[in-house]
């Protein structure tokens, strides 16, 4: 029997409505096309004030007595709503029996938990609260506006609990916590996110802490798309399509699932690039290695001391030999811990051995991770270089671990980072991945997916061009240092006298500074400033008595001072009979300006020169070099003011750092005013003309001496960790041995001897990071005073860029509302607004803003005349274009920060639109597009027959090879199909004769519909979509719609996984369970009956009673009916009356006995589809709404 186009029906599930057991089995009720309320209700005054999700169940279904096979079942959305405010979806879970509430479950699991937030949850969040608090590091990102994060209490336990929450706004501040056990303070980022639903459970978190331990309470995760569920429905041609095109252009990909109200939520004050960790390498040589019987087992950590160099990292305990890989620390192939490369923090997992106090031996390459502004780059995504495969070449080169890869797919914002070792992974492996050359910043990418049109890749990394690496320095002696009572000391007067050993030691003075003896040292003779160094560290109350002679030393200030015509300066003192040895002399003198806003000027103090006498008459520098003259006997000084002096400067070069297309086919390589060096040179520094200059002049003259004393105790120790340089140190990067003791800082303060088990090390001292200065507190007395130098880091400059991409925190983001400011290198500030349109200008600022994505791009400078400017640094003649070059301005990158607002979405009540938003995504809308989508480009129109036809009218539609043809009257009733026939190649309808028209009113209307049915094999978030095969028709936009379908495939009734049991073990399996029975069921000669018609989708058994009687058992369905082998057995189904199936009784084979079990599945020929009726807040725009989805599919002619 041929499937006609009456056998193909929708019939309804047990339950049409919106609670939670709505849905459920298939019955034998016709949903009837055309029928008001037949699957949905009236819309209410609520449902548009606020919105609602309506979801109903049907069934596809095939109703013929037979199993004729309809071939390639699919449905789809041919007419949207009526009304625009109401959207029309339809999905399935491919369950015959489930209900709403399994079904939302299915929609709400459109997220799903990701990995862990890298911070914890802030003490303990009460249930109703509608803020949560994180406590984090301050080189991990903010939570986004609109990002979803879970919380689970308990994870893994039989208590858990979990809420996904969606954040609303974020805050941040930066506080300082000191906890016991711990010395000194440590800081962190405190995060309050408002979230926009309150939390329906109470979540435990944690207090501060320094060691960043796993949390056993409420594990913080990140969420990531699970998008369990497809979805189907129909969007409008934005752009006719002609005959024989493979790509087609829809409104949208998206359709809206969950109603939404936007807002708007600013955020103010954020650093353009954000900030991220940077790993250096802070020591030279040999790897660092110490031993220890710190434990090394699960759940234990091992602390370095200090940061550590990726892959550089072992600990051996006897044959065993622990390394580091990755972020992840392995014991011949099996990972047994994790390893946090900027804290030096090893976690053991439950796959490590328990080593106890085994001794170990640890060896590492120190490294420091500061938190600093990134450096940007991107890649624009157009039509013409899209694709999986990109290469970027990135400088200044990124540091180990510091290389974040984002791409936009699909709406989603994806990250591939780099785990140290130049290997980028995402969360997920079909995020994509990718290799970094840490020598070259070459960068080979593979997405996991294809980006969005009109998008961009974007990098962000850490660099080491403005850090110097100083760990190989020879430090100086430790030293006392003390500034005796009294001033303008008379050489060869002063001793020093201390006990050590039981004996008495002495120092003294040669008249030339010096001192000599048990102890060396200094002594400036005008100031009284001693300076000792020991031959072995004292004891900590170690005193020192000091004797000596002294006289009051005068001062002379000389103001703006003449030249000599030779250059020099000669000033008269008041005084004569000067001391030999007691003269000092100072003046400021300014180095040359040499700014430039295209480099950044490293900031240099203007040098205050000071120089001492010799005891011959001669004024000597601290490097011994002759600068002027003195005369004892009538107090006359000469001095030559002008020299030349040490500066760093900074090297800039233009850098290619990767290509793009133009969008015409050419590829333009993409240029960076890039820092690449930081250097060095000898600077002229002169006397001030003006009356800045100035001299001043200590002496002591040959006056009366008086006897002075004093005590100089040996505390603290005084260490200069940058002796011979004005670079400041970087925060966490010493390390240092002295008396065989390791001093490490940590935000300022010494700590010596770290206990790997817990981190802890016995505060020590402190360091200035500007000076230089190390104050040592505590030591090993009678060990070598030498310190040995292992680890140290320091920069001269600020970070400089002449461009910068990020991303806004959240988007879309309201137009003009961007603002941008910053400082340039030589100090000057600029501000500026982006326009309507995106575009950012003013005189150095030239950009663009997609405020759909919130991808900003900006470049610093302008472009200038080439000529004249043949000798700038950053003039190159491949970068001129009509006779204008760019000029590069160079910005200070952390001052760079912006405004903006965006666009968020209000809460909406879970109970009333019957689906919890927070899992789905913000806006409620879900792609029902996607590549691999079947999608019907279709058309259609109506074709009026003029009044009084006659039989025999035929009415030509203007269109050939007609998908669908019906004749319908004025009140839209649709004419038998006997009335009339249509040649559907030629888009001719004839009106059969002779025509009765009884029950129809004139005028009649030809309702004709094309269509292409197509692969979708690329879609782009704009709507652009590419077809597997060309358009066959011409297509207007005015009346074409895209449609994607449902595909459900070939539905016929049928029945399967046919097997006996001797047992029944309520278990519904398809496959036996236990030992089979003696006696079968022969279907080879007797195949079970089914039909399309009754045959119901279900697992069934036939439970035997006695040898003869049974009853039927449906899994769904339960017991429905009994039986016995002396007759056919055919269960009604009483939905049409017709049996579920027949068994023939001759099938039966001898043998069955009581408890005996015969098992089988029936497969229906329908299909479960839920239509989802999504309703936004609005005023209704029709009175009567209406909507229409096809079944579709082939029959065997």
Request: proline residues 5%; contains cysteine; glycine residues 10%.
């Amino acid at each position: 029997m041929t499937i006609l186009s009456g056998d193909i029906v929708l019939l309804a599930s047990q339950r049409l409505v919106d609670t939670d057991d709505g849905g459920g089995r298939i019955t034998g009720r016709e949903i009837i096309s055309g029928n008001h309320n037949s699957l949905f209700p009236d819309v209410s005054d609520m449902d548009r004030a606020y919105g609602t999700v309506n979801m109903r169940k049907a069934f596809l279904a095939v109703q013929t007595d037979d199993t004729d096979t309809y071939y390639g079942a699919n449905a789809m959305v041919l007419l949207p709503p009526s009304d625009p405010s109401v959207n029309l979806t339809l999905m399935t879970t491919k369950d015959h029996n489930d209900t709403r509430g399994n079904a939302r479950n299915t929609l709400e699991r459109y997220q799903a938990r990701g990995p862990k937030w890298q911070g914890v949850l802030y003490d303990t969040q009460l249930e109703g609260q509608r803020a949560i608090r994180i406590l984090q590091r301050i080189e991990v990102r903010l939570p986004e506006v609109g990002e979803v994060l879970v919380l689970v209490g308990n994870e893994g336990k039989g208590n858990e609990v979990e809420q996904y929450v969606r954040v609303d706004r974020v805050t941040a501040e930066l506080r300082k916590f000191g906890v016991s056990g711990y010395q000194g303070e440590f800081t962190r980022n405190v995060v309050t996110c408002v979230i926009t639903d309150p939390l329906r459970h109470t979540f435990e978190g944690e207090q501060p802490s320094p060691y960043d331990q796993a949390t056993t309470k409420t594990t913080l995760r990140e969420t990531v798309v699970a998008d369990a569920a497809n979805y189907f429905s129909t969007t409008k041609l934005v752009a006719d399509a002609a005959l024989g095109a493979m790509r087609v252009q829809a409104k949208t990909i998206f359709t809206q699932l969950v109603p939404s109200a936007r807002s708007e939520t600013p955020v103010v004050d954020l650093t353009a690039a954000g900030e991220l960790g940077a790993l250096l390498e802070s020591g030279v040589g040999s790897p660092h290695t110490f031993t220890t019987t710190s434990p090394v087992s699960p759940s234990q950590g091992l602390f370095l001391g200090i940061g550590a160099m990726p892959g550089s990292v072992s600990v051996t305990i006897g044959a065993a030999v622990i390394t580091d890989k990755g972020g992840e620390l392995f014991l011949v192939g099996t990972v047994v811990g994790a390893i946090d490369y900027g804290r030096g923090l090893l976690t053991f997992n439950s796959q490590c051995p328990n080593y106890g106090a085994a001794s170990k031996t640890v060896s590492f390459r120190p490294a420091v991770m500061p938190s600093r502004i990134a450096d940007t780059a991107q890649i624009q995504i157009a039509a013409n270089n899209r694709g999986y495969a990109y290469t970027a070449t990135l400088l200044p080169t990124p540091c180990p671990g510091s290389l974040t890869v984002s791409y936009l797919a699909q709406g989603k914002w994806y990250d591939l980072k780099d785990n140290g070792r130049g290997e980028l992974f995402g969360q997920d492996k079909s995020y994509g991945s990718g290799l970094l050359n840490f020598t070259t910043g070459s960068v080979v990418l593979t997405l996991g997916a294809l980006p969005d049109v009109n998008s961009a890749i974007m990098f962000s990394w850490g660099t080491k061009v403005s850090y110097l690496n100083r760990a190989s320095m020879v430090l100086d002696p430790v030293q006392l240092t003390h500034k005796l009572a009294h001033e303008g000391i008379t050489p060869n007067s002063l001793t020093l006298t201390w006990q050590a050993g039981g004996a008495t030691k002495t120092a003294i003075d040669n008249g030339a500074g010096q001192l000599t003896g048990d102890a060396t040292g200094t002594i400036n003779y005008v100031t009284g400033d001693l300076a000792l160094r020991v031959a072995t560290l004292p004891d900590g109350g170690q005193e020192y008595q000091v004797v000596y002679q002294y006289g009051d030393p005068d001062t002379q200030r000389f103001d703006y001072p003449a030249r000599n015509p030779d250059g020099t300066i000669t000033m008269q003192l008041t005084k004569q009979n000067l001391t030999p040895r007691m003269v000092s002399v100072r003046w400021n003198a300014l180095y040359e300006d040499v700014k430039d806003d295209t480099e950044l000027v490293i900031a240099t103090r203007d040098p205050i020169i000071s120089v001492r006498d010799n005891g011959a008459g001669k004024l000597l520098d601290a490097a011994g070099v002759e600068r002027g003259s003195v005369n004892y006997t009538t107090g006359k000084i000469t001095i030559k003011p002008d020299g030349q002096g040490g500066i760093p400067k900074t090297r800039y070069e233009w850098r290619t750092i990767g290509t793009y297309g133009d969008g015409h086919g050419n590829t333009i390589a993409r240029q960076r005013w890039t820092l690449v060096e930081i250097y060095y040179v000898q600077a002229a520094y002169l006397f001030p003309v003006d009356d800045s200059g100035w001299v001043e002049v200590e002496y002591r003259s040959n006056n009366a001496s008086s006897a002075g004393q004093d005590t100089v105790k040996a505390t603290p120790l005084v260490l200069d960790i940058t002796p011979r340089n004005g670079e400041a140190i970087l925060a966490n990067s010493v390390r240092f041995t002295l008396g065989g003791s390791v001093y490490v800082d940590r935000q300022g303060i010494l700590y010596r001897n770290i206990d790997p088990a817990t981190g802890a090390g016995e505060q020590a001292g402190t360091l200035d990071y500007a000076t230089g200065k190390a104050t040592v507190t505590v030591w090993n007395p009678g060990a070598a005073p030498v310190p040995a130098l292992s680890s140290l880091v320091t920069s001269l400059v600020a970070q400089t860029v002449d461009e910068v991409t990020f991303r806004t925190p959240g988007a879309p983001i309201a137009p003009s509302s961007l603002y941008l400011s910053g400082n340039t290198a030589d100090g000057r500030r600029f501000e500026v607004t982006a326009n309507g349109d995106g575009t950012i200008t003013s005189q150095d600022v030239t950009g663009k803003v997609d405020y759909q994505t919130g991808v900003v791009s900006v470049r610093f400078g302008r472009l200038v005349t080439a000529a004249g400017n043949e000798s700038k640094p950053w003039y190159d003649p491949d970068m001129v274009v009509d006779g204008k070059i760019w000029r590069p301005l160079s910005v200070v990158a952390d001052t760079i920060r912006f405004n903006a607002v965006v666009y968020s979405y209000l809460p909406l009540d879970a109970d009333l639109i019957k689906l919890d938003p927070v899992r789905l995504p913000s806006d409620g809308r879900v792609p029902f597009i996607r590549k691999g989508y079947i999608v019907v480009v279709h058309s259609t129109k109506r074709s009026a027959f003029p009044m009084g036809v006659q039989a025999g009218q035929q009415l030509n539609t203007g269109r050939e090879r007609l998908a669908y043809c019906r004749v319908e009257d004025k009140n839209g009733k649709e004419l038998a199909p006997q009335l009339y026939s249509v040649n559907m190649n030629s888009g001719m309808v004839t009106l059969v004769s002779p025509l009765n028209l009884t029950g129809y009113v004139e005028p009649l209307t030809v309702v004709h519909r094309i269509e292409d049915m197509s692969l979708a094999t690329d879609v782009e978030i704009s709507g652009r979509i590419t077809l597997a095969r060309p358009l066959s028709h011409n297509y207007e936009a005015a009346d074409t719609l895209v449609s994607s379908a449902l595909i459900i495939g070939d539905l016929w009734a049928r029945y399967g996984a046919l097997f006996d049991q001797r047992t029944w073990t309520n278990n519904w399996s398809d496959f036996p369970i236990g030992d089979p029975c003696t006696a079968e069921y022969n279907d080879t000669d007797f195949p079970i009956v089914v039909t399309n018609r009754a045959t119901l989708q279900e697992r069934w058994a036939i439970i035997f009673q006695t040898t003869t009687t049974f009853i039927l058992v449906g899994e769904h369905v339960g017991q429905i009916a009994v039986g016995d082998v002396n007759t056919d057995f055919a269960p009604i189904n009483p939905n049409n009356g017709q049996p579920y199936f027949r068994l023939d009784r001759r099938g039966w084979g001898a043998g069955w006995t009581a408890g005996n079990v015969l098992r089988f599945n029936t497969y229906a020929a329908n299909y479960p589809i839920w239509f989802i009726r999504t309703i936004l807040q609005s005023v209704a725009a029709v009175d009567t709404d209406r909507f229409e989805a096809q079944l579709r599919g082939n029959v065997n002619r």
